[in-house]
């Protein structure tokens, strides 16, 4: 059974892996980094572990709700194996592109907030992975203090995803450049084969 201890930890560290492939809110602050010193993409990714503390709250909220109609288990797992497929295929084919635009007229914070909310992904990713740890037994998420454990653990996790390109931005700024499409196609591979899991799981 679920407690609350492992709540915290597995949320932490989905998180802390959902946050290292390479996207706008990491190589965003690699340049917050550079640009405006340690204090500065430290406030930007306390900005993006808030909003992503109502994401997920809001996400693991929605979760419930599927849970208690059994009959639609079946069709979330489906789905699950579709989202998990087409994020695969996206990150394969994502073009290797960074930010380009002056984002130093807006402050560390309210830039980690703005990037953070129209990153609207964040609720298919939690209500997807949610659904799965909770169907293994990896988290629990009908009662109050476990659910608020794994939020938090969450919004932790996403600090410490972030914190590698803060500290090494000086050093992985031109090394995200020169790998950036080849790290994507692997991380996409990775998706495409958890979607193949999970339907062969289906079927069996």
Not at 16 to 38: A, D, E, H, K
Not at 47 to 54: D, F, P, Q, R, S
Request: net charge positive.
């Amino acid at each position: 059974m679920p407690t609350l201890l492992m709540n915290f930890a597995i949320g932490l560290l989905v998180s802390f892996l959902g946050t290292l492939p390479l996207g706008v809110l990491n190589i965003t602050i690699m340049r917050v980094s550079l640009l405006q010193g340690l204090r500065s993409a430290l406030q930007f990714a306390l900005a993006c572990a808030l909003v992503e503390l109502v994401y997920s709250y809001l996400s693991v909220e929605l979760t419930q709700s599927l849970i208690q109609f059994p009959a639609l288990k079946p069709l979330t797992e489906v789905v699950a194996a579709i989202t998990l497929l087409g994020m695969g295929i996206y990150y394969i084919r994502k073009n290797n592109s960074l930010p380009t635009t002056d984002q130093r007229s807006i402050r560390p914070f309210f830039l980690g907030v703005l990037l953070s909310v129209v990153n609207v992904v964040a609720f298919p990713f939690w209500i997807l992975y949610t659904t799965l740890l909770q169907a293994k037994g990896y988290v629990g998420i009908m009662d109050t203090s476990l659910v608020m454990l794994y939020v938090l653990g969450i919004s932790f996790g996403t600090v410490a995803g972030l914190l590698p390109f803060i500290f090494g931005s000086r050093y992985l700024s031109g090394w995200v450049v020169a790998h950036q499409h080849r790290l994507d196609r692997i991380i996409g591979v990775l998706f495409v084969g958890l979607s193949l899991f999970q339907s062969l799981t289906l079927l069996s």
